[in-house]
Structures are given as structure tokens and as C-alpha cells.
């Protein structure tokens, strides 16, 4: 059985940083693709970020192009989503997900239960 497991969040001032990690168990890490998912109060859950097993490839969401940046330890079967210059409106559950590619939830197989980052202004 495949088991993400996000950690990482917590609360931060606007323009702070904070640092999420997701482990992956149970499937072949370094063959996975891993995205990073968000879902604020009130909201429909929004993709954020992507980033193919070989690290090469990644797609990132317009709203946080030059503050995010993803990257992966496949030693570890971690994933990293570093969160720069954060605004209050990033304030929502992030999720990881696995197993499939691309902006879409239904391209995801499998999902972690999330961790809550709550920025403040």
C-alpha cells in the first residue's frame, strides 16, 4: 500500500519561508511522479507544483512561479516543496499526491493527508 505522509506546515508571517516534506512508501519512489496540491477555506483544491521522477522535469502554477520551488531526494523518498516570500494567500492544506502527472487531481493515484500552512499578515 502506497502512503504519503506531508510535514512541514505551520504558521508564518507574510514574506517568511517554510519548508514542506512528503515521504513516499510503498512504491518505487525514484520511478514516482510527485505533485503538491492546495486547498484553501471555501475553496476547490488547486494544483501548485509537479516534478517527474528523474527530478529533470517540473510545472509550476502561475501563482507561485519564483516563490516555490520543488525538488526531490529519491535516497530518501522525499520530496521537498520550498515556500518563499509567502502571502497571505497561500493560507490552505497542502497536499501531496502521487502516481500520475500533470495539473489535474484525477491524474493522482494516491494522496497524503495533508498539512495546513497558515500565513498572516
Known amino acids: 500500500q502506497v502512503q504519503l505522509v506531508e510535514s512541514g506546515g505551520g504558521l508564518v508571517q507574510a514574506g517568511g519561508s517554510l519548508r514542506l516534506s512528503c515521504v513516499v512508501s510503498?512504491?518505487?519512489?525514484?520511478?514516482?511522479?510527485v505533485g503538491w496540491f492546495r486547498q484553501a477555506p471555501g475553496k476547490e483544491r488547486e494544483f501548485v507544483v509537479a516534478?517527474?521522477?528523474?527530478?529533470?522535469?517540473?510545472d509550476y502554477a502561475n501563482s507561485v512561479k519564483g516563490r516555490f520551488t520543488i525538488s526531490r531526494d529519491n535516497a530518501k523518498n522525499t520530496v521537498y516543496l520550498q515556500m518563499n516570500s509567502l502571502k497571505p494567500e497561500d493560507t490552505a492544506v497542502y497536499y501531496c499526491?502521487?502516481?500520475?502527472?500533470?495539473?489535474?487531481?484525477?491524474?493522482?493515484?494516491?494522496w497524503g493527508q495533508g498539512t495546513q500552512v497558515t500565513v498572516s499578515s
Open positions: 510503498g512504491r518505487r519512489f525514484s520511478s514516482t511522479n
Open positions: 499526491a502521487a502516481g500520475g502527472w500533470g495539473s489535474r487531481e484525477t491524474e493522482y493515484d494516491y
Open positions: 516534478i517527474v521522477w528523474t527530478g529533470s522535469t517540473t
